[in-house]
Every structure is written in structure tokens, then in C-alpha cells.
């Protein structure tokens, strides 16, 4: 069977994050697009548009010195949703670790644009700690 467009979209924005390449990464998001980012951390909330999400990306790398790490299990994609499930690692500059499993969803408009992502950690309180520096 062919892989969906929106999966091969998917897989290709998420691998251009493990590059660093935050243009390859975000080169499907809609205009308007919004990240909703699960938690009460100081990252946390919904980030609209692409200034906001690539801030909001930024600040991730910055506090993980750029070990933060997104490791695919499998992508469901269809032609106006996607799953990822993915294990997320990463070290803090002061050596604080994160490791646990996630499930990103995302919606897609009619033209394949990314148009929302909710970053759904499955230890919503240790992912908070970790990005707050705790």
C-alpha cells in the first residue's frame, strides 16, 4: 500500500526536526496553524502562528542544548488527521534527562497544510517539570 501524502509530510517535517532544520520542519505548516502544547509548563498553552511556533521550538532547543530528540514508532495518517507515536528524549544543560513516550496529533487542511499539533506526553506533570527546569 502507498504511503498517505500526509504521512510522508509528517515523516519528512519530523526528520528535518532531528536535523535541526526548523525551515524543513515547518514547511507544511498552515499560516495560521497552532501548537497546543499539553501541561502547565512555561512552555505550555497554545502557540498560534509560525513566529510563536518557532519561538516556542527555539526555547526547547535552547534549554535542551539541542539534545532533544523525537524517535517515530509509527505515523496514522489519513487526509485530514495524523497520529505520531514517538518516545522523546532529551538532556537539560544542567544534566536533567527526560524519557518518555508521547503521541502527537495533527489536523491538516485541504491544500495538506498543518494546521494544529497537540503534544500529548504521557507523564504530563514530568514533562512539565523537566521544560521548567525542575
Known sequence: MAQHPNEARVRGAYDAFLKADLDGALADLADDAVFHFNGE????????GRAAIEAALIKNFELTDGTQALDIHGVY??????????????????????????????????????????????DPEMHDRFFDGR
Not at 509548563?41 to 498560534?48: A, E, I, Q, T, V
Not at 505520531?84 to 497544510?113: I, N, Q, S, W, Y
Request: aromatic residues 4%; negative net charge; hydrophobic residues 35%.
Open 41 to 48: 509548563g512555561p512552555n505550555s498553552g497554545d502557540h498560534k
Open 77 to 122: 495518517a489519513d487526509d485530514h488527521h495524523a497520529v505520531v507515536a514517538l518516545r522523546e528524549t532529551a538532556t537539560r544543560t544542567d544534566g536533567a534527562k527526560l524519557d518518555m513516550e508521547e503521541a502527537h496529533v495533527l489536523t491538516f487542511d485541504a491544500d495538506g497544510k498543518i494546521t494544529n499539533l497537540w503534544d500529548l506526553p504521557s
